[in-house]
């Protein structure tokens, strides 16, 4: 899989002007970015098997936290939009309460997201340039073109191998599936159903596990006897999801991870770097 010096190296420059200046009450669609493009970073690592060098290894130890930190502010405000759909259909003063609750905890998850960004601003930024460099000298090199191919083939054999799709392994599948796919997004010759077909699969899980966290969010926050209606609803909400989620995740194994399917990906792949 032939990567396009530019895909790969974006990441790393959107960090880093992410990183300076990242502001101590960030809006959702800025947290959104800052996650994504940590995840992004990660995957071109792995796709590039630059996790061997000892600069990359820091630079993933100096954005790990920050992306961890994100993540949990990213929750907050995904749970709070769906408290507040649920609440367009069924008013409540237990749904209130829940949003109510739920923006508390998105106010302390980004105070961390501040103050983990100002400890770790000066270090990441410094590892993101001297990536960016080292990326772009390995590209350079012909020969290197064939390291992009090697990361996604694995995932993908690793996909087709799978066990059958549970709720107890379907949010790492989703974990796998995202991976994947950000790695096929570094290369311009990357099958773009296969990219988009992997796009809506992470949605759909996605949608189910923001569900689930939420419910156990509202077992916590909400009385089992008064409130016990919404919590029901947010309950068979979830369940719904969840069937969704499945057959969407094993439609896409089926077309795309059936050893079959693998193998015909795998000489695809071997066809673009050539």
């Known amino acids: 899989m032939k990567l396009q010096t530019d895909n790969v190296e974006k990441p790393f420059e959107k960090l880093r002007k992410q990183l300076n200046g990242f502001p101590s009450n960030p809006r959702p669609e800025e947290v ?6 940590s995840r992004r970073l990660e995957a071109t690592v792995a796709a590039l098997v630059l996790d061997r060098e000892k600069k990359s290894r820091r630079l993933i130890k100096a954005i790990t936290p920050v ?8 929750d907050m405000d ?8 649920l609440s367009q259909r069924h008013r409540s003063d237990a749904l209130v309460r829940l949003v109510e609750h739920l923006a508390k ?8 997201l501040s103050d983990m960004v100002s400890a770790q601003q000066r270090e990441a930024r410094k590892r993101l340039k001297q990536s960016s460099k080292l990326i772009r000298k ?3 090199n012909e020969s290197e073109t064939m390291s992009g191919e090697a990361a996604p083939q694995i995932l993908m054999t690793e996909l087709s191998h799978w066990p059958k799709l549970d709720v107890r392994n379907l949010h790492l599948f989703r974990i796998r599936i995202k ?14 159903k296969l990219v988009d077909a992997l796009g809506d699969v992470k949605d759909a899980i996605g949608d189910w596990h923001d569900w689930v966290e939420l419910l156990k969010i509202a077992r916590k926050v ?16 979830g369940r719904g999801k969840l069937q969704r989620a499945l057959t969407a995740a094993n439609q896409l194994r089926e077309r795309y991870f059936s050893e079959t399917s693998v193998r015909w990906s795998g000489k695809r792949v071997l066809q673009m770097v050539s």
């Not at 905890?105 to 961390?112: F, G």
């Not at 991976?179 to 773009?192: C, F, H, I, T, V």
């Open 222 to 237: 909400l009385d089992s006897r008064s409130d016990s209606e919404v919590r029901q609803r947010i309950d068979e909400t």
């Open 138 to 140: 390995k590209l350079e």
């Open 179 to 192: 991976e994947l796919r950000y790695m096929l997004q570094l290369s311009p010759q990357a099958d773009g």
């Open 105 to 112: 905890m998105r106010v302390k998850s980004a105070r961390k």
């Open 67 to 74: 992306r961890k930190a994100a993540g949990k502010v990213r």
């Open 78 to 85: 995904v749970l709070i939009a769906d408290v507040l759909a």
């Open 32 to 37: 959104h970015s800052l996650r994504t493009q």
